[in-house]
């Protein structure tokens, strides 16, 4: 079964410094993997994803994100925080039923962002 | 704005009522998904619907049910409300029938608050 681990409900940075989020899934056959935003009373934005190819993805915003077979991750990345990215992040993986691809998603991480 | 429309935004009840959430997907998107968010279980599948068909089902409970029009807008119905369906319901859309690598558009969601 597939399914996606984040790591730390919540990450804090300063203001221009790196952002790192972690996930890792769990999948026995070849991942597609996706990371969401979703900004305070908002729904959920697609801001990258991988399917097949380039390991390194990028995304809205600055964002991208490495796939890595070997360690079964695929972590987000932004190099200068920006007090707008203030967020929950949602990492997921699809995972097939029935007739669907069925996105599972993981706890989230709150990015907070401090001036 | 994603062009997923949820009404309503909010919505407050009491135990044992049944309420019905609806959602009209983007326009030419043919799938809708329904999701529960909530702080203890995170964002949760219930149910896939793929041009009027049901394609997929999750952890939706039997009080729960969920139906697409011809139209494509779809509705789902919440039945016999415990204090623990409390939660924000999401609906998305998207183009496909459910893809592997398919990007889903969330609405903002209904809060529900069953007291």
Redesign the interface.
Known sequence: AQSVTQLGSHVSVSEGALVLLRCNYSSSVPPYLFWYVQYPNQGLQLLLKYTTGATLVKGINGFEAEFKKSETSFHLTKPSAHMSDAAEYFCAVSFASGGSYIPTFGRGTSLIVHP | D?G?TQTPKHLITATGQRVTLRCSPRSGDL?V?W?QQSLDQ??Q?LI?Y?NGEE????NILERFSAQQFPDLHSELNLSSLELGDSALY?C?SSVG?????????????SRLTVL
């Open positions: 994603s997923v799938s998904y999701y995170g964002l599948f896939h793929y394609r997929a089902k999750g999401f998305a029938s459910g893809a592997p690598t398919g990007e889903l558009f969330f609405g903002e969601g």
